[in-house]
C-alpha cells in the first residue's frame, strides 16, 4: 500500500506536466487528494481494530476500597514509665540481725506497723532494769506526794521524789526509742512488695530491709519534644498500652509541664493512677495522647500514597481504568492517613495492586 506522501507527490507530477487550466487541476488534485486521504483513514482505523482485537491490553487486578466517613483520631505516641511517689524501702535505724519477720510480700500494711524486729537483747536488759527503777520511785513519790498532802515532810523531799520519778520515766522513753531503732516499720500505708530478707539475716540503714508500696499514688511520665508545645493539654484522652502484660488503660492527661529542659529539649507530662492493681513502679508503657479528633474524616491506608512532582497523588478505580488523583493529606494514625482534599465519599481507592498500574491503564477489580 502506497503511503499518503506518496500519493501527493504522484498527484503533483501529474499535474505539472498535464494540460488545462492550473487552478481547475488543482483544485481537482486537492478533491482526489482528501478522497484518499478518507479512505485512508478508515482502512487505519479499521485495521486498528482488528490489531486491537487479535492481541487485547491485559488488565492489571487490583483491588479497591469505597471510600466511607467515618471517625479518626491521632496520637502522639512516645515510651514512658510508671512512677510512684510512695515507693519506700523501710529499714533500721540501727544494724542489727533479724529476729522475727511479721509480714509476708503482697500484704497490705498501715502506716507505723511492725514489718520486722532484730535483736536488741542488750536494751531489753536495761530497759527491765529501769522498770525496777520506776516502779521505786514512783512508788516513793506517791508517798511522799501522801505526806505532803496531810502536811507532813518539807517540799525538798517531794520535788526530789518527782526528780526522781521523772527521770526514771524519760531514762525508760530513752531506752523504748533505742529498742525502736533495731525495727523496721511501715513509713508509708501501702502494700509490702517482693522481699528476700529472712531471719538471721544482718539489716542495715539505708541499705537492707522491706520495700513498702503504695498503689494510690502512681503515675506514668514521660517527656516531649519541645515541637509539641501547645499540642498536647491537660485532659486529653490518653491510652497506656502494656505490651508486656497485654493490656491497656485509657484515661486522661493529668498534667503538662509549663517549661521546657534546656538541656533535653524536651517537656515532661503525666497520667495520675490510683487504684490500678496490674500496674508496678519502673513498668514500661507505651503513651498514646490523642490531640485530633474528627467524626466525618476520608481515611486511607499511608502506603496508598505516592510522592510526585505534582504532590500526593492515589490511584482510584474509573470504571475499568485506573485514575491518577492528586490529594490533600492530614494527619496519620494507625497506618490511616486523612485525606482532606481530592477524594470524596463513594470513591473507589486502588489499595492492592497500585504499584502496577499508570493512569489510564485498563484494571479488573477482584
Known amino acids: 500500500m ?16 498535464g494540460g488545462g487550466s492550473g487552478d481547475e487541476k488543482a483544485a481537482d488534485q486537492l478533491a482526489k487528494l482528501k478522497k484518499q486521504r478518507l479512505e485512508l483513514d478508515a482502512k487505519i482505523k479499521k485495521l486498528e481494530t482488528e490489531t486491537a482485537s487479535k492481541n487485547p491490553q491485559k488488565a492489571s487486578p487490583v483491588s479497591v476500597t469505597e471510600l466511607q466517613s467515618t471517625h ?38 498501715s502506716k507505723g506497723q511492725v514489718l520486722a524486729t532484730m535483736d536488741a537483747a542488750a536494751i531489753e536488759q536495761q530497759i527491765k532494769g529501769v522498770d525496777v527503777k520506776l516502779t521505786l520511785s514512783k512508788s516513793l513519790y506517791e508517798k511522799q506526794k501522801g505526806l505532803w498532802d496531810q502536811q507532813i515532810g518539807s517540799e525538798v523531799q517531794l520535788l526530789q521524789a518527782k526528780a526522781t520519778y ?29 522481699f528476700t530478707l529472712k531471719v538471721g539475716d544482718m539489716a542495715s540503714p539505708g541499705q537492707v530491709g522491706i520495700r513498702v508500696v503504695s498503689f494510690d499514688k502512681l503515675r506514668a511520665e514521660a517527656n516531649l519534644g519541645e515541637n509539641y508545645i501547645g499540642k498536647v493539654k491537660a485532659g ?26 534546656p538541656i533535653s529539649r524536651a517537656f515532661t507530662v503525666q497520667v495520675h493512677l490510683s487504684g490500678q492493681s496490674k500496674v508496678y513502679p519502673n513498668m514500661s508503657c507505651r503513651m498514646k495522647i490523642s490531640n485530633y479528633e474528627n467524626d466525618n474524616a476520608l481515611v486511607v491506608p499511608v502506603q496508598v ?62
Do not use: W
Not at 544494724?95 to 500484704?107: E, L, P, R
Not at 486529653?236 to 521546657?260: E, H, M, N, W
Open 166 to 194: 521523772d527521770g526514771a520515766i524519760k531514762e525508760k522513753e530513752a531506752l523504748l526509742a533505742q529498742r525502736n531503732m533495731y525495727r523496721i516499720v511501715a513509713p508509708i500505708s501501702g502494700t509490702v512488695d517482693d
Open 72 to 109: 479518626f483520631r491521632s496520637y502522639i505516641e512516645v515510651q514512658s514509665q510508671i512512677v510512684g511517689d510512695e515507693n519506700v524501702l523501710a529499714t533500721p535505724q540501727a544494724a542489727g540481725v533479724i529476729t522475727h519477720i511479721n509480714v509476708k510480700s503482697g500484704q497490705k500494711v
Open 305 to 366: 500514597i505516592q510522592h510526585t512532582a505534582e504532590g500526593d497523588m492515589v490511584y482510584v478505580a474509573d470504571g475499568n481504568k485506573a485514575k491518577a488523583v492528586i490529594v490533600t493529606v492530614g494527619r496519620n494514625s494507625n497506618g490511616m492517613v486523612e485525606i482532606l482534599k481530592g477524594l470524596k465519599a463513594g470513591d473507589r481507592v486502588i489499595t492492592e495492586g497500585f504499584e502496577d498500574v499508570d493512569n489510564g491503564e485498563s484494571i479488573v477489580v477482584e
Open 2 to 17: 502506497k503511503s499518503l506522501s506518496s500519493i501527493v507527490a504522484a498527484t503533483l507530477l501529474l499535474a505539472s506536466c
Open 236 to 261: 486529653d484522652k490518653v491510652i497506656l498500652v502494656f505490651p508486656d502484660i497485654q493490656d491497656s488503660i485509657t484515661t486522661k492527661l493529668g498534667y503538662v509541664a509549663r517549661q521546657v529542659d
